[in-house]
């Protein structure tokens, strides 16, 4: 993914907050909402989604109604971090439903990984029947979140406001 952003206005801007908080909101709402005519906004829509600024449109749904009770960080650490090892790694925790995010990182382990579970019982399935038998991996240290804080899928838009206006 390059670093650069492609350009956005501040009418742009707004559409890509009032989308972060409604995915389903109408194009005339959203364009009432951020001060344009519908054509207008929808054409901004069409070339965010070409640019690939957005990526999807999803519906999120509460964890909890589907009985994922267990948040679970996992950080793992490999015995070397050769090519061959990541990607074995990698490969391994890509498909696995109950792993929301996986993480390459710098520090004491080389990956973080979020893990949603019905209960402690999957996450030893899980830990025992899938991570310990992925071949290179060293070491393996849980933390269970106890209540979450903070969650958004709304990324910050506040930096690009200067460079827009």
């Known amino acids: ?43 901004r829509v069409s070339e965010m989604k070409e640019a690939g600024v957005i990526r999807a449109s999803v519906a999120l749904v509460d964890p909890m109604a589907l009985g ?22 990698e490969a391994a925790v890509r498909n696995r439903p109950e792993v929301m995010e996986c993480y390459l990182m710098t520090g004491e382990a080389d990956y973080m990984l979020r ?14 029947d899938v991570l310990t038998r992925i071949p290179g991996v060293a070491n393996i240290r849980t933390s269970f979140a106890l209540s979450q804080v903070k969650y958004t899928t709304a990324l910050p ?9």
Not at 9 to 22: F, G, H, K, T, W
Not at 158 to 165: D, K, N, S, V
């Open 115 to 128: 893990v949603l579970v019905e209960d402690l019982a999957k996450y030893q399935a899980l830990l025992v």
């Open 1 to 43: 993914m390059p670093a650069t952003h492609p350009e956005l206005d501040s009418p742009s801007l707004r559409i890509l907050d009032a989308l972060q908080a409604d995915a389903e909101i109408s194009n005339a709402a959203l364009a009432e909402r951020v001060g344009l005519s519908p054509s207008p906004c929808w054409r």
């Open 157 to 165: 838009t506040g930096h690009l406001r200067t460079l827009a206006e």
């Open 68 to 89: 994922l009770a267990v948040n679970v960080f996992v950080h793992v650490t490999l015995k070397t971090q050769d090519k061959k090892s990541l990607e074995t790694f």
